[in-house]
């Protein structure tokens, strides 16, 4: 558990989280897959200034450039550990106060 950060919602339907997140007063965090019905990808890139950070979860390496070009904030490979989910949170909150 991470004082101060919050699970508010999962979704396994792509379409239904960019309706919710597009109508949405904005998200702080958003963990994305990049395999999905719809590419998690093109989701990055709809809801892009929607959410203040965006982390790509993957389990296929070769999508990091493609994910960076999306304005990922960060690109995480399947399996991921408590510690390098904590590392790299801890990563961007720092870079934003930067």
Do not use: C
């Amino acid at each position: 558990m991470i004082p101060k950060l919050k699970f508010i919602r999962g979704y396994l339907n792509p379409l239904l989280a960019v309706a919710d997140i597009v109508n949405s007063k904005g998200v702080d965090f958003l963990f994305l897959d990049v395999n999905m019905s719809i590419s998690g990808l093109d989701v990055a890139r709809i809801v892009r200034n929607k959410v203040k950070f965006i982390i790509m979860v993957t389990g296929h390496p070769e999508h990091a450039l493609e994910a960076f070009h999306a304005d990922a904030d960060k690109f995480l490979v399947k399996p991921i550990s408590f510690e390098k989910f904590l590392v790299t949170v801890n990563q961007v909150l720092i870079r934003a106060v930067s």
